[in-house]
T-cell receptor
Framework: GESVGLHLPTLSVQEGDNSIINCAYSNSASDYFIWYKQESGKGPQFIIDIRSNMDKRQGQRVTVLLNKTVKHLSLQIAATQPGDSAVYFCAEDAGGTSYGKLTFGQGTILTVHP | DTAVSQTPKYLVTQMGNDKSIKCEQNLGHDTMYWYKQDSKKFLKIMFSYNNKELIINETVPNRFSPKSPDKAHLNLHINSLELGDSAVYFC????????????FGPGTRLLVL
């Protein structure tokens, strides 16, 4: 299956539960953050983003929280559905001369059980 | 309707061969990227072009050469393929150079035998 041999962090939830996926980023100069969802055999798909002048941003069923003090990002998914099962990546953009250079986290496998 | 497309989807080849992967975006974006995703799902940027100009060039062997004939296309040519080049290669595009959402293609799965 998707997770065989990958050794990524995993999160298993029941359908309808809320999910929280965490990410520690590395560069204190990063000023733009994005969450991506990658389903098996597909490319990463944009979910939500946040800039460093905000600490919370909400989308449809998703909320991103940013804590710059401890360099932590989280993605909350409300009422998780089986279709949310995927690998989730956080990415950071350090700006400056690195504009557009996204550094991706290792990914978290989310499995939603019906 | 495909926003970012790549060809081929699968590529199986022998060590030492030269191969190319093509990418096209119809979003009108100015910036395009190549990423490599290894077997552990780790995604790492390789190159970025803005309006046909190279703006990001990570520590990538010079066997890899990107080419951007126009801002809607960014191709990746790989010379003398090695076993370690086996990975999934993703093309992406964004409207500008920074603070912009990057939209990814479906990936090209390269297997070097």
């Amino acid at each position: 299956g998707e997770s065989v041999g990958l050794h990524l962090p995993t999160l298993s939830v029941q359908e309808g539960d809320n999910s929280i996926i965490n990410c520690a980023y590395s560069n204190s100069a990063s000023d733009y953050f994005i969450w991506y969802k990658q389903e098996s055999g597909k490319g990463p798909q944009f979910i939500i983003d946040i800039r460093s002048n905000m600490d919370k941003r909400q989308g449809q069923r998703v909320t991103v929280l940013l804590n710059k003090t401890v360099k932590h990002l989280s993605l909350q998914i409300a009422a998780t559905q089986p279709g949310d099962s995927a690998v989730y990546f956080c990415a950071e953009d350090a700006g400056g001369t690195s504009y557009g250079k996204l550094t991706f986290g290792q990914g978290t496998i989310l499995t939603v059980h019906p | 309707d495909t926003a970012v497309s790549q060809t081929p989807k699968y590529l199986v080849t022998q060590m030492g061969n030269d191969k190319s992967i093509k990418c096209e975006q119809n979003l009108g974006h100015d910036t395009m990227y190549w990423y490599k995703q290894d077997s552990k799902k780790f995604l790492k940027i390789m190159f970025s072009y803005n309006n046909k100009e190279l703006i990001i060039n990570e520590t990538v062997p010079n066997r890899f050469s990107p080419k951007s004939p126009d801002k809607a296309h960014l191709n990746l040519h790989i010379n003398s393929l090695e076993l370690g080049d086996s990975a999934v290669y993703f093309c992406a595009s964004s409207r500008g150079k920074g603070w912009e959402t990057q939209y990814f293609g479906p990936g090209t799965r390269l297997l070097v035998l």
